[in-house]
Each structure stands twice: as C-alpha cells, then as structure tokens.
C-alpha cells in the first residue's frame, strides 16, 4: 500500500512522494526494506538510549573510581595509578575502531553491539567475582581507613584480565550504537533528518545521565570500602541493558554492511599510483562513475566529484588499457576506481586534520577521571558528618551537561537561527566544537586557580604531610561546570561531524574517530604526566605531582594544559576554514552536508 507525505519542514521546498518503506536504504531484522510505521523512529531510539544509560551506568560504575581503587585496594601510587587509569580508558577508546571495522565491513551495527555488550557483562562478571573472593583481604579494607593487604600475581592478573575485557566490550560497543541509534531516522526525509540530529544531543545526555548513578550512589559505596556491592551492580545494569536491547530486535532499522573499507582505500592508491604520469582532465570530466545497477552496495549514496587532492583522481581516470578491458567485459578494481570510491578516500583524508585538533581537547577532558579525583581527594571531604566521595564530584560536570543541552537546543540555537539569512540554522558542528575549546581553556585556568588556593591553605594545615587542606571540595564545582559545557559544544558536535561528513559505508567509522581521540587523549595525558614529573622531579623536588599533592604543584600542570589547548586552538581555526564538506547526489541533486564551513 502507498502512502503520501508531504514533507513541509525541507529546505529544498519540495513535496516528497514516498511509499511506506524508509528511503534511505533501510531493512528490518529480516532483511526486508523497512516500514516506516512499524520500525525506527523514537520506539527505536527511546529503547536505544535506554540501554545506553544501563551500559554506562555499568562502565563508569568501574571507571569513575577506578584511580581510588588502585591506590587503595592495590596500593599504587597516584601517578602510577593516573597513568593506568589513562591506559586502560585509552584501551576502552581503541577499541572502537575495532568495533567500527566489523561493524562497517561484516557484522553490521546490532550484531556488533550485541557480541561487545556480552563481552561487557563476562568482564564485569569476572570483575566482580575477582573483587569479593580475592582482592579485598583483610575483609573491610579499600576505604580511606584500612589498606588492603598484598596480592598475589594471579590475583593480579585477574583484575587486569576482567578490567580489559570491559576496555573491549564497551569500546567496540559504544560507536556501534551511536550509529545504530542514528539509523532509526530517515535521512531522506527532512523531517525524520531533523530528528536524527536531536538525537545525538539526547544520546550524549543519555550517556551522563547514565553516569550519575555511578558518580553519586555507586561512587559513594565504593568510596566507602564496598567495592564488591558497586561491581555487582554494575554487572546487574549492563545486563538489564543487553535484555532490554534484544527485546527491541523487531523494530530496529538496519543498514547492511559495506565491505572491507581498508581494501577500497588501497584500491584507490594502487590505481592513483599506477597513473602518477597521467594528465587529468579540467574539472573532474571524463572520470569513471559507477552505475547504481553495477555498485556492489547501491543502498548507499554516491559521493559527487570535489576538488583537492587531485593526485587521488588520478584512480578514477579511464585509461586505454581500461577501455579494452571493458569491452572485454573485465574491470580490474585495482587500476580503476569510480569516483565515489576516490571521494572517500578525500573524505577521510579531509577529516584527519579537525580530528587531530580534538586529541589535545581529550587530554583536559581526562583529568576528570584522574587528577581531578585526586585533587579532591586532598581537600576538604566533610559537610557536617558526611564525607563526600571525590569522584562523585564529577555529577556536577553531568549536570553541567544536561543544563547546557537544554540552554543551546532550546536558548542559543534559536537566538543564532534568528541572525542567519543564509546557510544552515543555528551554529555549525566545527563553530561549536571551537566554542567547546575556549571553554575547555577555561576549565584549567579554573582548576589551576583552585590548586593555587588549595596549596596555599594545605601549607597551612599540613606542609609536610598526607593530610587534607581546609579548602571545601565544593570549590572544585566550576572546574567541572565548565568540562560539562564544553562536552556539550565539542563532543556533541563531533558526533554530529563526523557522523555527517563521513560516506554510508562509513558511519561507525565516524562515531569511532570521535571516541578514538579521547583514546589518544588518555594516552598524550599518560605521556605528559610521565615527562612532568621525570623533568620536575629533583633531588629536593618531588615533582608537580607527587603522592603527597601538599607538596606538588598541581596547578602548573592545569596551567599547562591551558595554554597547550590555546595553541590547539589556533591550529584548530586554520583547519576548521580548510575543510571542505562532502557532497552526497540526492534523488538527482547535490547538496553539502554541511552547506557553511567554519566562520570566525
């Protein structure tokens, strides 16, 4: 049966005539075109975010005190325990390239977000188990009261062995459903397009709403020496989340998988490099161009001719030798490309620059996890007879984040719309992610400010000891306020981005590049903090960071991260007025993507 939409909301200003299935390609679990009444849309998306929120309820019912628990329970010290907390969650983000890769090439996007979230539970499972028979000796150690004894090397290995297996469960799972979630809209109608771009806001307030349970009453429990009781609820919340995400099979939309990306990039290299010597036609004329009848994955839109890197056209030039293998009924990928193939290539070649600008905003965005916990950790704990958990100061930065969703989606996006007369609505992804910056730069200064103060009152208190400065925890509010704005301008429009700026058969591949430089982040933060302390630490110096933070200072390693994210921002405005957008043919026509790039 047909059914007639009129979309009003487009802005090419075009009556669409669609059937009841999805336009953009989209198959149901049975591999069937898609329904539009009976699948996708908000069911899908709700059922999505839901089972975002239990998963990271889960992952950050480990991470968020994960520093603390390897201090306490296993007697590192803070260095040595921030480094292997930036390890282990540059892991977690690695990882999702993999999940990206199966996701895009074989697997597709639900059968890649059901195997990792598995491979979640079996290792907060082994987490758990590892926590309550082995890793608590004397039973009641691990709060701030009473160490916990030595461990064996078994005893060892299975906590890394358990703390790995989530790295790589929710790593492979978390790009994978960021893209699953954004295929419930369809991107060729303007008003489920409209919807897609909502949902990756209420996708990142999912993720910290999914958090704060961990921060405030897991983070709580934990801090108190009930380490096992937290694990076992977050092995109970991602398993709630698995059912809840099988339960949603029928009404899921899927895109099917493309095939091995990285044998397509080499085919165009192979083919541009055996044509260096070729003189290429003005404009892009005369290139090959792949009938939608021939393409090997024709749900997918093709990619239209852009200029820049011209050396890469040079794989979609129709040779004589191609011209006898055609007639021939022979086509070699290997010596010849078609140009939507070549466009990808462009695509994420054009990309890698604003990517690599994020890895810096990644390195302050770390801290919270880490030197943050541990600055808190040195201050004031107590309001009246109730100690607040440190790392429990980190719902603040939730908070932060859920307020300025609100404030942008429903206050400045308006207010910006109101201004434009041209080009797209509101601010574009690249302005937002440069706003996110400036905030990011304040948050250091921020938390170096408080660090100055906190010293200041500590060598009051204690110069030369372990204990806490008399400055309020609560003055770390500001630091995180100002990370959770900036989450909300730079991740949110990375995820949009890359999302958008990045071919059909590449979609995964786009969320994994945003929480791939988080992964790198956490790994520049673990060099950085092993080179500031290798060259602060003298004879009579214990470093900018030692285990007594009564007698570092802390607050020059902020103040550097300020002024290296500075710099990053600078090179980040020159790349952001370099980028070009992609360029996709629809129903006929081409459009930007992204119409405006980056204004100043």
Sequence with gaps: MACLEVYKESKFKEEEEGTCTTLDGTVDWRGRPAIRSTSGRWVAGII???????ATLAFFGVGVNLVLFLTRVLQQDNASAANNVSKWTGTVYIFSLVGAFLSDSYWGRFKTCAIFQLILVLGLAVLSLATHLFL???????????????HSGMEI?????????????????????????????????????????????????????????????????????MW??????????AFAGLLLFLGGIPRYRHFNASGNPLSRFCQVLSAATKKWKVELPPGGDDLYDEDVQE???????????????????????????DLDNQ??????????????????????????????????????????????????????????????????MSSFDILSVAAFIFLYRRVLDPFVSRFRKSGPTGLTEL?????????????????????????????KDCIHCEGSSSLSIFW?????????????????????????????????????????????????????????????????????????????????????????????????????????????????????DQPENFKV
Excluded at 295 to 321: E, P, V, W
């Design 476 to 592: 770390q509010v500001p630091q995180y306020a100002f990370i959770g704005a900036s989450e909300v301008f730079m991740y949110v429009g990375q995820l949009e981005f890359f999302n958008a700026q990045t071919p059909d058969g590449l979609k995964s591949f786009g969320s994994a590049l945003c929480m791939t430089s988080i992964s790198l982040g956490n790994y520049v933060s673990s060099l950085l903090v092993s080179m500031v302390m290798k060259i602060s630490t003298e004879d009579n110096m214990p470093g900018w960071i030692p285990g007594n933070l009564n007698r570092g200072h802390l607050d020059r390693f902020y103040f550097l991260l300020a002024a290296l994210t500075t710099m990053d921002l600078g090179v980040y405005i020159v790349c952001a007025r370099w980028y070009k957008s992609i360029k996709l043919e629809r129903k006929g026509e081409e459009y930007d």
């Design 157 to 225: 290995a299975l906590f890394y062995l358990a703390i790995y297996l989530i790295a790589i469960g929710y790593g492979g799972y978390q790009p994978n459903i960021a893209t699953l979630g954004a295929d419930q809209f369809d991107e060729e109608s303007p008003k489920e397009g409209h919807l897609k771009v909502a949902f990756f806001s209420y996708f990142y307030l999912a993720l910290n709403l999914g958090s704060l349970f961990s921060n405030t009453i897991l983070g709580y429990f934990e801090d108190e020496g």
């Design 327 to 392: 007639k021939k009924g022979l086509h070699n990928p290997w010596r010849l490309c078609p140009i939507t193939q070549v466009e990808e290539v462009k695509c994420i070649l054009r990309l890698l620059p604003i990517w690599l600008c994020t890895i810096i905003y990644s390195v302050v965005f770390t801290q919270m996890a880490s030197l943050f916990v541990e600055q808190g950790a040195a201050m004031k704990t107590t309001v009246s007879n109730f100690r607040i958990p440190p790392a429990s």
């Design 431 to 459: 302005q937002r992610m440069g706003i996110g910056l400036v905030i990011a730069v304040l948050a250091m200064v921020s938390a170096g400010i408080v660090e100055c103060y906190r010293l200041k009152y500590a060598k």
């Design 48 to 54: 999505i975010l839901l089972n975002q929120g239990l």
């Design 136 to 150: 608590l000796k004397p039973k009641g150690c691990g709060d701030e009261a009473i160490p916990c004894g030595s």
């Design 295 to 321: 393409s090997s994955n024709n749900s997918n839109r093709k990619l239209l001719y852009t200029h820049g890197f011209k050396f890469l056209d040079r794989a979609a030039y129709i040779s004589s030798r």
């Design 228 to 237: 096992a009781l937290g694990f076992w609820a977050s092995t109970a919340s």
